[in-house]
């Protein structure tokens, strides 16, 4: 697979039927090996590995209702109390970030109010915190710790 923007990790990949998987460690389960997945699990591990995110306090393909559709957003971090804090989505390396991306997160954040955003390509990595009471967002030039996100 393709080297990102994020420290290189070892991961469980495995061939059935002529279709690559690999081992999707939050969800302790093998998964088909897409351009995307590959993203996702190397951002995730990225989080827990060197930002210190709990494992078990990040949800992937969290389904959820929009306007009456199911929607499922790539990955949310929780808080110690079991609120969501943190919305993650990703996309293949090849896919470039634009609008539409960031509206896509955003439409998922009507339903879970989060403070922060992440989208990446797993080349390009965009984190946003949002805020409320003054109706802004600004665009951090790193990807927090888990203790920033959750002491604010």
């Known amino acids: 697979m ?24 939050i969800r302790r389960k093998f998964v088909i090996l897409t351009p995307e997945e590959w993203v ?23 389904e959820f209702k929009l306007n009456n559709l199911s929607k499922r957003s790539d990955a949310v971090v929780y808080n110690k109390l079991g609120k969501p804090c943190l919305i993650i989505e990703c996309k293949a390396s090849s896919v470039k970030i634009d609008q ?6 955003a439409r998922y954040n009507m339903k879970l109010n989060v403070e922060y955003l992440i989208v990446t390509n797993g080349l390009q990595h965009y984190c946003c915190k949002i805020d409320y009471k003054n109706h802004k967002y600004s665009f951090l030039k790193d990807v927090p ?7 604010t």
């Open 100 to 105: 539409k991306v960031f509206d896509q997160i």
């Open 145 to 151: 710790e888990f203790a920033e996100i959750v002491s």
């Open 40 to 62: 996702r699990q190397n951002f995730l591990r990225y989080l827990v590995d060197e930002k210190k995110y709990p494992a078990s306090l990040i949800a992937v393909e969290m």
């Open 2 to 25: 393709e080297k990102l923007n994020l420290p290189t990790y070892s991961f469980n990949i495995k061939l059935i039927e002529q279709r690559k998987y690999i081992f999707d460690f």
